[in-house]
Nanobody, 116 residues
Framework: QVQLVESGGGLVQAGESLRLSCVASGVRYWLAPMGWYRQAPGKQRELVASITSNGGTNYADDVKGRFTMSRDNAKNTVYLQMNNLKPEDTAVYYC??????????WGQGTQVTVSS
C-alpha cells in the first residue's frame, strides 16, 4: 500500500531550526529519487529539495545553504533539516517522488510556521 507520512513541523521563530521526517511505504518509493515540496497559502506547490537513491542532492536557490535533505533507505525515510528558518519558509511541507504530478497521491503534509 502506498503511503507517505510527514512529521516534524511546528511553530518556530526566525533563525531557529526544524527537522522534518517522511516515512514512505510502498514499492513506488523504494530507492526512487525523492523530494521535499512546500505549498504556501495562495501559491503553487514547489520542489525545494531532492535526493537520488545514492544520496545526491539538489536544492532550490532560496533554501540552498540552509536546508539539508537526507535519506535512510533501510527505514524508507527521508529527512529535511531546516536551519536559519525565515518567515517566507512558512508552508505545508510534503515529500514525494521527484516529478510526481499534482493529481497523484500526496500525504497530509506537515505545517511549518516561522514567526518574525
Amino acid at each position: 500500500q502506498v503511503q507517505l507520512v510527514e512529521s516534524g513541523g511546528g511553530l518556530v521563530q526566525a533563525g531557529e531550526s526544524l527537522r522534518l521526517s517522511c516515512v514512505a511505504s510502498g514499492v513506488r518509493y523504494w530507492l526512487a529519487p525523492m523530494g521535499w515540496y512546500r505549498q504556501a497559502p495562495g501559491k503553487q506547490r514547489e520542489l525545494v529539495a531532492s535526493i537520488t537513491s545514492n544520496g545526491g542532492t539538489n536544492y532550490a536557490d532560496d533554501v540552498k545553504g540552509r536546508f539539508t535533505m537526507s535519506r535512510d533507505n533501510a527505514k524508507n525515510t527521508v529527512y529535511l533539516q531546516m536551519n536559519n528558518l525565515k518567515p517566507e519558509d512558512t508552508a505545508v511541507y510534503y515529500c514525494n517522488t521527484v516529478g510526481v504530478s499534482s493529481s497523484s497521491y500526496w500525504g497530509q503534509g506537515t505545517q511549518v510556521t516561522v514567526s518574525s
